[in-house]
């Protein structure tokens, strides 16, 4: 009898207890600013992996600056790094097909960058590259943050973190190669390969 009746207790608990989780997790649920979305009805299963290539060139000096200092830090020295450390730039950066300035538009390279280390001339950017060309890419966006150490031979890589537009949901890679640079000016013209992948 004593068993039978403990196994009714466990029973019984067991049923509460599970009540209990039960109604915490519709809680957890239905809260106002969050909805459980079906990837099917946002179009997410068909992902895609797009290579872009151009060239950017960030212009500190001349007629036509695409890259202004917000805390000017002195005379613009690339072999003193610590006297870097800190200086901010805004930029609006044209993104061209070649490597000259006058050749075809297809966005622009909006963002600042700043430089992160008193050791070498290593940027933490924040950029969008943004496509203004006519075709399926215009009006989206490639979003990139991550340290850029503009005098390192070869290619650097930094992550893209986001998108908008066609590049809705992005992922991927960026790799960055210096195709010249004026250490007098800070003029510099960057090749881009940017790999993501989009839906």
Do not use: W
């Amino acid at each position: 009898m004593l068993l039978k009746q403990y196994s009714l207790f466990s029973v019984l608990i067991t049923l509460f207890l599970l009540s209990i989780l039960l109604s915490e997790a519709r809680l957890m649920s239905s809260h106002p600013f969050s909805a459980k979305l079906s990837a099917k009805a946002m179009a997410l299963k068909n992902e895609k992996l797009t290579h872009l290539h151009f060239y950017y060139h960030n212009l500190l000096a001349g007629p036509n600056v695409t890259a202004l200092p917000l805390n000017p830090k002195g005379p613009l020295d690339f072999n003193d790094p610590a006297g870097l450390f800190g200086r901010l730039t805004m930029v609006d950066n044209p993104l061209t097909l070649d490597p000259e300035l006058n050749s075809t538009t297809v966005g622009r390279v909006q963002g600042l960058y700043g430089v992160a280390s008193r050791t070498d001339v290593a940027f933490v950017e924040l950029v969008n590259f943004v496509f203004t060309a006519d075709g399926e890419y215009r009006e989206s966006t490639v979003t990139v943050l991550g340290r850029n150490p503009i005098l390192a031979a070869g290619i650097r890589e930094m992550p893209v973190v986001g998108g908008t537009g066609v590049f809705g949901f992005a992922r991927g890679k960026v790799h960055f190669k210096t195709y010249s640079f004026d250490t007098t000016t800070g003029n510099g013209v960057v090749e881009c390969d940017i790999y993501v992948f989009h839906y």
